[in-house]
């Protein structure tokens, strides 16, 4: 009923910023919660941020202060703003959505932080 489509990953130099986008699509009325999670080789999936349907967001101690969630409502948009990026932020980018009671999620998209 929602799909979700992740796009902005790329290959970054430490210390630079990148901007991810999600955009939702279907019965975005039904979202009740949007999160990004990150999943790098070898490590379990890890939530990274959330921003509920009133616009309250939380964040992972590791990327407070560096990473910025939004949404652009009139797009169905949310954006992952990640500045300060560190090798260890490396992962595979991934966009979910809670539809109602059930878990949706983006395909991701790569991030690649280097010297």
């Known amino acids: 009923q929602v799909h979700l489509v992740e796009s902005g990953g790329g290959l970054v130099q430490a210390g630079g910023s990148l901007r991810l986008s999600c955009a939702a699509s279907?019965?975005?009325?039904?979202?009740?919660?949007m999160n990004w999670y990150r999943q790098a080789p070898g490590k379990q999936r890890e939530l990274v941020a959330t921003?509920?349907?009133?616009?309250?967001?939380n964040y992972a101690d590791s990327v407070k202060g560096r990473f910025t969630i939004s949404r652009d409502n009139a797009d169905n948009t949310v954006y992952l703003q990640m500045n300060s990026l560190k090798f260890e932020d490396t992962a595979v980018y991934y966009c979910?959505?809670?539809?109602?009671?059930?878990?949706?999620w983006g395909q991701g998209t790569q991030v690649t932080v280097s010297s």
């Open positions: 279907g019965s975005i009325f039904r979202i009740n919660a």
């Open positions: 979910n959505a809670l539809v109602g009671l059930a878990l949706e």
């Open positions: 921003i509920t349907r009133v616009g309250s967001t």
